[in-house]
């Protein structure tokens, strides 16, 4: 919302004054006015200056007296009067009217009357008035009949006909004017404060950023001294993925990466480790390769370097990467002759070799070592079942225990057949009214006899005789060892399927290293590369900078909020 100015009202009317006469002219009696256009209100008395009363002449009297009263009838308000005095004032132009004020700044080639703000002696902040140059009165007089056209915006004058007067702004545009001249000054300092904080922030990124890029390029390109890298590629197989791997899941798994990405990390991570730099060391001589003098003092190891400097400089030069997708193991060497880097790629691929064969010898003797266990147990227990059963048979005299119930049984059946005839004869011969006595007594002391044998055949086979065991313990006996010994083999057959077993599964789990990129000496340096560590090193500075700017600008945002 904009408030429109309030200001004091003055009567900006035009007053019509007659034309001026001569200063040595009588005025009419007729005339309606007391005084004299020209007149000052002090009548004959002369309030001049001595030198300029002395210099004023007759003749340039009647020359002002001609062009005051061409003034006096342009028609000027009192407000352009006021102006013209107050602007003869400002520019140290003596003037003994405001008519004798207009006169003399055109005379000085000011134009009293130029389009602007008027003055105002309690404006705090007054803008200069616009001075242009005021044709001759010739001109004027033959261009607009003796009037000036310029004025003050609000003021009434007669225009010629052609002429369209020009009406005095009103105060919401005065003010809109001001708003837009106060939004242009604020628009200049806000484009000279952003030239500033530009030139600024180009100062800053010259010395935090494009200076130590600079450095660095020097640094690259001039200094650092050329690396030959030797780049290897390898991978861990097993046997079994090239004989045929089992079945189930291992079987699956057996001929793809994920078979030996296990011992692919782990060899890489002992590639990568102390143990290895140390072998190197011991073998090559790894760390007086880089403590040679010719080497840039950035890359170059100190004379007396600790394991742990040359451990950094073995992990910034030996860079070694595992592809899970296709298993293979990738490794770049780097050193300043391309021999050695050549040479200690091959010698680091000797220690993965070695690594690997120490991976899975444990399982596999492991394995041997269990299997080949339980097959002896096996085999011992066998032969003290065997042993056991012998000592049986001897103490029984019985050589198998069914042979001798069999032996025990068939007699006891013939026996039991010739009790059955002897009964039947013996039924017969009763059975007559008149038996023969001498006939039926043997017969009846046969049947008692096989009675008596067939008892003693039962109780041998059930309660022994003379102390001894009978035969059903012995059968008993016999069977439990021959079981025994029955069951031990059986376990010896398994023992020795489990130590086959083992065998194939040790052949199996058998790892071993195949190179597929041997390393070789190159013949061209493949660092540094000049360029893209430039670059990278500007993206760095540059990542830095606005890090730490926008973290300044938040924390200075907090403290002031």
């Known amino acids: 919302m904009i408030t429109k100015p309030k200001a004091a009202r003055f009567f900006l009317g035009r007053v019509a004054r007659p034309a001026p006469v001569s200063v040595s002219a009588q005025r009419p009696a007729t005339d309606d006015l007391p005084f004299a256009n020209n007149d000052d209100g002090f009548g004959n008395q002369d309030f001049r200056q001595p030198d300029a009363a002395a210099s004023a002449s007759p003749q340039q009297d009647l020359t002002d007296d001609k062009d005051l009263a061409a003034i006096s009838a342009e028609g000027l308000t009192g407000r352009q009067l006021r102006r013209a005095r107050l602007l003869a004032q400002s520019q140290n132009i003596p003037a003994q009217s405001d008519l004798d004020a207009v006169l003399q700044l055109r005379r000085a080639g000011i134009d009293p009357f130029a389009q602007g703000d008027p003055i105002h002696p309690d404006a705090p902040e007054a803008e200069p008035l616009r001075l242009v140059s005021v044709p001759p009165a010739e001109d004027r007089a033959s261009s607009g009949g003796g009037r000036a056209l310029t004025r003050l915006p609000g003021d009434k004058v007669h225009l010629p006909k052609a002429t369209k007067p020009i009406g005095q702004p009103a105060p919401d ?29 180009f100062g800053r990124l010259l010395v935090f950023v494009l200076l130590p890029t600079l450095l660095a390029g020097w640094y690259f390109y001039h200094v650092a001294t050329p690396l030959y890298a030797t780049k290897s590629e390898f991978q861990i197989q097993t046997a079994g993925a090239t004989a045929g791997g089992g079945g189930g899941l291992g079987g699956l798994l057996s001929g793809t990466a994920l078979a030996t990405s296990t011992d692919s990390i782990t060899v890489q991570g002992y590639l990568q480790s102390r143990e290895a730099m140390l072998r190197l060391e011991a073998d090559l001589g790894f760390r007086a390769h880089f403590q040679n003098p010719a080497i840039d003092p950035l890359q170059r190891l100190d004379p007396d370097a600790t394991m742990e400097a040359a451990y950094r400089a073995y992990n910034s030069h030996v860079k070694i990467s595992y592809d899970p997708t296709e298993g293979l193991i990738r490794m770049e060497v780097m050193a300043v002759d391309p021999n050695t880097a050549s040479a200690w790629a091959g010698q680091l691929i000797s220690y993965a070799e070695e690594q690997v064969d120490q991976l899975t010898q444990r399982v596999r003797a492991a394995q041997m070592v269990d299997a080949q266990t339980g097959y002896e147990d096996a085999q011992n227990k066998l032969t003290e079942s065997q042993r056991q059963l012998i000592a049986l048979q001897e103490d029984f005299n019985v050589l198998s225990s069914d042979t001798e119930v069999g032996l025990v049984t068939s007699q006891i059946a013939t026996l039991e057949s010739q009790l059955t005839q002897d009964r039947l004869s013996l039924a017969q011969m009763e059975s007559n009214t008149t038996p023969n006595l001498a ?7 046969r049947i008692k006899t096989l009675e008596d044998e067939i008892a003693s055949l039962r109780s041998r086979m059930t ?99």
């Open 173 to 201: 545009k005065r003010a809109a004017l001001n708003q837009v001249t106060e939004i242009q000054r604020m628009q200049r300092d806000i484009a000279t404060r952003r030239r500033r904080k530009l030139a600024l922030l």
């Open 439 to 445: 006939r039926m007594e043997p017969l009846k002391l």
């Open 463 to 561: 309660e022994g005789n003379a102390g001894g065991a009978s035969l059903a313990e012995v059968q008993g006996e016999l069977l439990m060892a021959q079981a025994d010994v029955q069951t031990r083999q059986m376990i010896l057959a398994q023992a020795v399927q489990s130590v086959e077993a083992a065998r194939v599964e040790a052949a199996r789990q058998v790892r071993y290293l195949s190179v597929s990129v041997s390393p070789t000496p190159p013949d061209e340096a493949a660092y540094p590369r000049a360029f893209e560590n430039t670059m990278v090193t500007l993206l760095i500075l540059l990542g830095i900078y606005l890090m730490v700017s926008m973290t300044a600008a938040i924390l200075r945002e907090q403290v002031s909020s």
